[in-house]
């Protein structure tokens, strides 16, 4: 890969500092082809067993760096390039697994993972929500989702029903006849629901009907229970929150601008003792990432209105 990048010699720190850059941005907008190239070789290699393939493309992250054969290809610059690039190399995979006759037995998923990166306002909206990504808006977290699976899920159909990125663990596991292991003492417990029969169309009611929601750096601030959201910390973007908490109606206020918390005080004592529950139990089944523990017992910080 490195053949095609730019060489320099550096004569002084700056100098290294635009190398680093350089390989950066170059590396950016020839990793997707060369990942794209290698999950081929890979479903070739594997088409006639089971097999599980995560293919995280940086596009069209910042920065948008398109390829040269997609350069220019599009009305909105370098994003615009990216996009298109995207979605080319999401066709060939497509192909790949049409050609190899593959297509009605696998499981495609095609989804972000947050909202518009804030130095990307310019291409990007999440209209006609608000919130960008690290927020808890639903312009940060409301993100497409696309699956298919060919005579198994209706194909064509749209729905808006809450479903999170923690779902599609249990989801095909179910799917693909894998049981996981359930109950006590099971470590960790997964806060994923399966879906599998709705998905198909076959579930008399969505299993998941609330979702916490977090700002980035892990801070619980909202939660939702149907079309109601309920902000449990101070949020900047949301105003009255510095207040107290703020009662959303999202299925008639969108864009997230009416407070409706003294309308309904029922809802938000309601929805404020469903969040301490679920938090309790997140914080009573959470384990260490990796390493000893702390001989220091670490204060997290919480939402500010359930303090």
Not at 142 to 161: H, M, W
Not at 268 to 297: C, F, M, Q, T, W
């Amino acid at each position: 890969m490195t053949s095609s990048f730019l060489s320099i010699s550096p004569i002084d720190p700056s100098a290294k500092t635009f190398l680093r850059i350089w390989i950066l941005l170059k590396a950016f907008s020839s990793m997707k082809n060369h990942a794209c190239k290698e999950a081929v070789s890979f479903i070739k290699s594997n088409k006639k067993d089971p097999f599980f393939l995560y293919l995280p493309f940086s596009a069209p992250h910042f920065p948008a760096q398109a390829h040269p054969d997609w350069k220019g290809k599009s009305a909105n610059a370098d994003y615009g390039d990216v996009v298109e690039e995207l979605d080319g190399r999401i066709g060939d995979l497509l192909k790949v697994l049409e050609e190899e006759e593959l297509e009605k037995n696998t499981i495609v998923v095609f989804m972000s993972d947050n909202g518009t990166e804030p130095g990307q306002r310019k291409w990007g909206s999440g209209e006609p929500f608000r919130g960008l990504k690290w927020s808890a808006l639903e312009g940060g977290t409301r993100v497409p989702c696309i699956i298919r699976f060919p005579d198994l899920i209706p194909a064509g159909e749209v729905t808006g029903k809450l479903t999170t990125a923690i779902d599609l663990l249990p989801t095909f596991a179910s799917a693909c006849g894998i049981k996981l292991k359930e109950g006590p003492g099971i470590v960790p417990k997964l806060d994923g629901l399966n879906l599998w029969a709705s998905l198909q169309g076959k579930a008399k009611t969505h299993p998941r009907s609330n979702l916490l929601y977090w700002h980035g750096w892990a801070m619980p601030q909202a939660i939702r229970v149907g079309d109601w959201k309920l902000y449990l910390d101070k949020v900047k973007e949301i105003p009255g929150t510095n207040k107290g908490p703020v009662l959303i109606d999202l299925s008639k206020d969108p864009g997230e601008e009416k407070d409706l918390a003294s309308e309904h005080p029922e809802k938000v004592k309601e929805l404020k003792e469903l969040a301490s529950k679920l938090l309790s139990e997140i914080e009573g089944n959470s384990i260490s990432l990796g390493g000893p523990a702390s001989p220091k017992k670490q204060k997290k910080k919480g939402a500010f209105w359930l303090k």
